[in-house]
Each structure stands twice: as structure tokens, then as C-alpha cells.
């Protein structure tokens, strides 16, 4: 029988670990709790209607069809046993493996304040972002149905929370729906009269770039027409809006549409596999793994991804963490992959080294920041051509020829006409 | 004060409505449960994760833009009240009318089992159809993970209840999925070995057509390797499957995947109107309306589309009942819109005349049978050519130009690769 690999989660880590092992003389499974890989970065587009789910979501199987040792299967992992080596499903099931990737990614975190969920959904799932394209989409109908002028304004403020690139992402498009969609369809609200606010409890947005940068995603944000909030901390979230305070006091803000960009908290699975193999958690309840990406004292148990609190090892180099970025993900699934075919052959497994091609985020219409580390040094630009990179960067990482000419199709049709064609609010 | 005319639901009646008033000296409301009008024939495509949802469902209000004298509102009437001439929304707001058109449609029938509903889901909404593509692609998905050979089979079992247009549309589709587009995906079942049975309680598929064509259809059906069951009685309905009875006496059929597209019943409003006009509904509860579309003694109130039990009224001929079909609820929407600039004119009103150009049911990737009505005579035929022109059809009266393109362009794909891109199952 041969080595049984298997790979929990099929997000950017886990996908890209199972085409490292096409040619491998292994039988791959690949489970996850949906039936498609999603191409995260774009998510933000469905959420804003721009995109529609097929554009950025590829069916799993679809993508492994090819490939002859892969099965592809849809459940949740609820156990992990590293004695019996099995996983246990959440209907009972039970898979064996000689071989586990964990690579079950990320979740919100409301820094212990789950009761604000539902006020202020996240994003990481399509289901998460057709929950917010419905309250954005639903915050202009019930504004056009609303005659109290204290409601109508409520309803016509948006709060995004946290100014990492999913925020400042988001802050950027719902301004652009408001100035540039949505003008024209109202009669009477005029959806240019929505306010839009981005809160970042730190001092600036965009914290893994540069500081030139940030200042300059900032100035396009405001340009855009989003009023940014800087060292501005949340102390609550309710039905009816969120409590800040400021250098200048404590601020209340009526919002029936806030979202939350702020926290990010690992996998549930990582404290499954700590009772399974005693391994460290982080503090943000990720899994400390060895330089070769294994877990201490367990040499066939490899996690990746947004799971693992992982270091890059260049020769020579101080060991620096790998952020929690999708090339780190990827990279992570090609060295998981390589060190489970070089135990199978009795060699040495390798450390995890991370290459950071760079940072981008795009912030509207046309801007973006771009910083690229480049043999020649840094490469910082920002504003019309770092959109232009953004865009086809983008379009050219998404899976399947079909899904990228469709992106670009839609962003070409978006751009000329303003128009974003996947506006519908499925009914309750 | 410009006379206020309210039009109920923004389906092809209701749209054609509004658009015809676009010159009027009035001002138009339209009122819809949902924030799209959908372009209901290929829904079942949807349906079968062949388009995506925006592909067919466009925001009325920007369909609307131009026509400066709509206001598009998002909300359910409840009640009607043709004294004070208002209507209720679910949520208690009033709105004032002086001239009335409601087009809210049909639902579905279970024929008085309402019980068998969850077991069966029928096909009207967006939300309809990603239920039936959850149910359909989840069957798959388990069956796949399924070890006992008669449970296997049970979820490889799909059942279309009623040969219709709409059934017969979706059992040939589920065949083609089945038998072309899911194979080579899975590793422990073959997709082809699935069953997609359709039945039907009469003794013939599509009985508006001519009986040639339903006999073509039932060939087509079955070259689609589809087992069209006619003569047969749905006696119950369960989670497990169900039970039927024909000329050879009764039977079970386990399945997991259950569509109902047997029963078609009048929207709520109906009895509303009922209730507040005192006019008569027929067996399905369809409003039964004056020759021009008006009710008894409330000439300022039209019924059309499906919620309407209407005749045609050809000069020289007797009257004749209109389908339940688009073009007619397309043309009762014109005639409304008319009488209503004719009763502002103090001209007379004119009788609603259908004019029936044809009928089309598709069967499958390249199947369909045409009956259309020309100057020289009916005009038949059947197979690929009947396809393309059902096609082209459905393209040239998709709303709006992008949706036309975008629609044409996954057929294309489709047809060349047999993948069905909409493949998403969202999450729970």
C-alpha cells in the first residue's frame, strides 16, 4: 500500500502541497470543509459586488482532476490522533494517514468579544461576504424607504474596522459604490451623501509597508472619500453602531453596516493538535512548528499556512517569521510536499526559507500601493501604475484560464461603466 | 400632484409595465420582495451551476436608472386596501396609488401536502435554485464518501417531479452533469452510473406542445440517459425519497435530491385582493380579471403575469385562456400600462389580445424542440437546430446587454469544455 498523505484544508497552502506531490508514488487525500478553493485576495470583490462566487471560487475536484492521486473529499476535521495516526470527521468518520499536512488557515477574532460577531462580520468565507454585500446593498434600500433624516444618515454610514489590506480594500470599494455606482438609481437619497469610515487603532494603516506608503494609501483613501480614523480603539459593537475612543474622548457612531478587518485568530484545529501532540501554541493560537515545518517529536505532522507560526531560515540569516500572506502559504505547501518525499527516501528534510517578492494593496478605482524587493533593492510606487501591477498580479495568480479572463472581463466592464453587475441580495 | 401609479413585483409583467408608462406624465413606484429582477428562464441553469447568479439577475433599481419617473422600493405588500387606495408592507408602512397593477406571480403547489415541500424544493427564486445546486452537488459529494453500496445508490438517485419546461430542462441537465461533467473528478464513485429519473403524471412531457414534439422530447429525454416515468402518481414524500404510483402498481425510489416542478399556485396577493375587491380567484387562486385586465367595479385596478386568470380577446374569436409564460405576462404588462394613459385620457380601454409567437423547451446540451406560430402555419422541428434557436432566444431577451455577452460567453466555454463553472456550495 502506498505512503496515505493527508492534507487538511485545500486554501492556497494546502492546494499548492497537493501539486508538489503530482508525481510523488503516494495517495493523497485532500479534505476541506467546502467544495472549493477560494481565491482569497479577490474576496473582497465579491463582497462589494463586483465579482460574482464562481469568478474567484474553483471547485476542489475540479482542479485535482487531472491529477490521479489525489481524492478529493468534503468534511471537517473535528480530532486529530497522532498515536493511531487518524482524523476524526465531524460525522464520526475516521481517516488514516502516514503522512499529515495541516493546513486549515484562519478565522475572525474579536479579541474575546465574540458578542460582537454579529454586529460586525467578518471576511475570510464567500458565505461571510455575501453577508456583507447584503447589509451594504441593504443599508442603501431601507435609506431610500427611511424618512427620519437621523435614521436615513445611520443607515448611510459604513464602518470598516482595521486598515490592513482587507480594510483599506474594502473602505476604498464601498466609497467607490456610493460616488460612483449607486448615484443615478436613488430618488430619494443621493448615495453620495454616505459616509464612510475606516478605524485603525495604530497609526497607520497598512502596517506591513513602509511608512511612505502607508502615508500615501492614506491620502488616496481620503481622496476616495473615506474619512480614516488613526489610533482609534474600539470598545464596542451593537445592532445599532460602535463606540471608539480617540486622542479626543470617547465617539459613538450609528452604523447598521460595520464590518470587521481587524483580527485574525487561527484555525480551532491548532488546539486540536496540541492535545494531540502537546505542540506550542502562539498567542494567536497558532501552531509553533519546527524549521522544517513538523511539529517537535512529530516528524510526519507538518503545518502551513496562516496555522503555523512558522520562521524563515536563509543561510547565515537570524530565523525571521513568515507572514501571513498566501506566497507564504504557497511556499509552505511546496516545502511541506519536498520534506515528505525526502523522508520517504530517507534523506534529511530541509527548513522552511520564505521569499518575499513584495507587498501590494489596492485601495479604489485606480490606486494601490506596491513595495517589491527586487535583486536591485526596493521597489516602492503607488497610485494609477501600482494598479495597473496589482490587477494583472492578481488576475495572473488566479486559478484557471476561464476564472482570470472572466475577472478581467468583469473589472474591464466595472471600470468603463462604473456598473458592478453582481448586485443581487438573495432573499431570506 | 402627478397621478401615482404602484406597480406589485418586478417580474416580466411588471417590468414591461413601468418601462411602458416611461413617457408618462406619472409617477410610477415599483415595489419587489427582492432587489433584482430575475430572467426566470434560466433559472435552471442556475439551478445546475451552469451560470452564476448575476449572469440572470440584474438590480431593478439600475434598471430603472434612466427612466426618471420610477422609484424602485425593496419591500412585501401584504394587504391591499382599495377604499383609502394603499397598500400595507410587512413592515407597516402605507403606500398610496391611484392606479394599482399587481404582477406578484406564482409560487409553488404541493397540491395541498405542504409537508412534502422541504423534501422537494421547487424552482421560482435565486434562493430556489442554490438550494437545488447545493442538494444536486451534495449528493455527489457524499456519495463519494459513502461505503455502503445501496446508500451509494440511493444519493446517485435524482428525481424531477413534473415534465414541464422547467423538468424537463432540469432532468436533461442533471443527465448531462452527471454523464459529462463530473466524471474523471471523483475516485471512488463514476457520476455515470447516477439515475436522473423524471416524472410525470399525465401521458406525455411538455403537454403544451404539439404531440409530436412531447415525443421527441421523451427520445431526446432518453438518449440524455434520462428515465422518464409517465402515468405516475407522486403518493408521498419523504427525507429518504418517494413513493409513486403507475399502471404497474406502486413504488419507492430512494433519493436524496428531490425537485418539485409539478405545481404552480398564485401568490398570496391574490387572496389579498380577494379580500379587499371581492373579486373571484380560480382553482389555483389566480385573480380572474375584466377583459382588460381590470377587476370588477375597480377599473383602477390590473392584475397581470401569473397572478392572472386572463383571456385573449382576438377580434372574431372566442376568448381565449393566456398561458403562463413571459411573453404573456410581457404583454399583459404593455396592455395595463396602455389603459392606464387611456383612463387618463377619459379614452375607453381595450381588451388584452395575446399573441402567441411559439413555444421552446431545451433538453439538454444540444437538444430542443420549437413550435412556432408563423403566417403560413405552424412551424415544428426539433434537435440541434431547435437548440441554437432556443439559445438565441434566450440570449437576445437576457435584460441588458452585459448579461447577454457574459451569458453567451459560458455557454461558449461550456459547450466546448462540459464544465459548469457556478460550482459553489456555500457554506452553512
Known sequence: MRPQVLIIGCGFGGLEAARALRAADVDITVIDRTNHH??????????TAGLSAPSIAAPTRHLFRAQRNVTTLLGEVVAIDAQSRTVTLKDGALLRWDH????????????????????APGLKTLDDAFEIRRRVLMAFEMAEREDDPARRAALLQFVVVGGGPTGVELAGTFAEIA??????????IDP????????????????????????????????????????????GIDAEGLDLT?????????SRCIVWAAGVAA???????????????????????EPDLSLAGH??????????????????????????????AKQM????????????????TTPFRYSDYGNLATIGRHSAVVDLGTPAGPLRFSGYLAWLFWLFAHVYFLIGFRNRFVVLMDWAWAYWTHDRHARVIAQK
Open 38 to 47: 477560494l481565491f482569497q485576495p479577490l474576496l473582497y470583490q465579491v463582497a
Open 100 to 119: 499529515l499536512i495541516v493546513a486549515a488557515g484562519a478565522t475572525h477574532s474579536y479579541f474575546g468579544r465574540d458578542e460582537w460577531a454579529p454586529h
Open 179 to 188: 460616488r460612483h455606482t449607486l448615484p443615478g438609481e436613488f430618488r430619494r
Open 192 to 235: 453620495r451623501q454616505a459616509r464612510v469610515l475606516l478605524v485603525e487603532g495604530n497609526a497607520r494603516v497598512l502596517q506591513a509597508m513602509p511608512e511612505r506608503l502607508s502615508e500615501r494609501a492614506r491620502e488616496q483613501l481620503t481622496a476616495l472619500g473615506v474619512e480614516v480614523k488613526l489610533n482609534a480603539r474600539v470598545t
Open 246 to 254: 480617540t486622542a479626543a474622548g470617547p465617539e459613538r457612531l450609528l
Open 267 to 289: 484555525s480551532p484545529l491548532g488546539r486540536a493538535l496540541a492535545d494531540a501532540t502537546g505542540c506550542t501554541l502562539d498567542r494567536a493560537g497558532r501552531v509553533v512548528v
Open 299 to 328: 516528524p510526519n505532522i507538518q503545518v502551513i499556512g496562516d496555522l503555523a507560526s512558522a520562521q524563515s531560515h536563509a543561510p547565515g540569516k537570524e530565523p525571521r517569521p513568515v507572514p501571513g500572506v498566501s506566497p507564504g
Open 333 to 348: 505547501g511546496r516545502c511541506a510536499a519536498a520534506n515528505i518525499l525526502k523522508r520517504l527516501r530517507g534523506q534529511p
